[in-house]
Nanobody, 115 residues
Framework: QVQLVESGGGLVQPGGSLTLSCAAS????????MGWFRQAPGKQRELVAT???????NYANSVKDRFTISRDNAKNTVYLQMNSLKSEDTAVYYC?????????WGQGTQVTVSS
């Protein structure tokens, strides 16, 4: 049974930082491309960042230089370090894993950036 379990969401002030974690089970984690997506109210789900098993990363322009995706293959966990958060980063953040075709989603974790 495949599970992707996110944690680390919450309320943070503008300019603050937050780190999301996604623990995976039931997959050969090292071969999966892992990613973070987000969905704001009334908007489509959008890509935030991805990381390959070898550590190659890709970011949406809106988060480049503020967010960092990383992974620990020994712990089957992918992280998203978010700095300089803005109100427009408010969304439900979803973890995703794919071996190249198809894939799996986590249940999502809410991130709210507000003063």
């Amino acid at each position: 049974q495949v599970q992707l379990v996110e944690s680390g969401g919450g309320l943070v002030q503008p300019g603050g930082s937050l780190t999301l974690s996604c623990a995976a089970s039931g997959i050969v984690f090292g071969i999966y491309v892992m990613g973070w997506f987000r969905q704001a109210p009334g908007k489509q789900r959008e890509l935030v960042a991805t990381i390959t098993g070898g550590g190659r990363t890709n970011y949406a322009n809106s988060v480049k230089d503020r967010f960092t995706i990383s992974r620990d293959n020994a712990k089957n966990t992918v992280y998203l370090q978010m700095n300089s958060l803005k109100s427009e980063d408010t969304a439900v953040y979803y973890c995703h894993g794919t071996p190249g075709r198809g894939g799996y989603w986590g249940q999502g974790t809410q991130v709210t950036v507000s003063s």
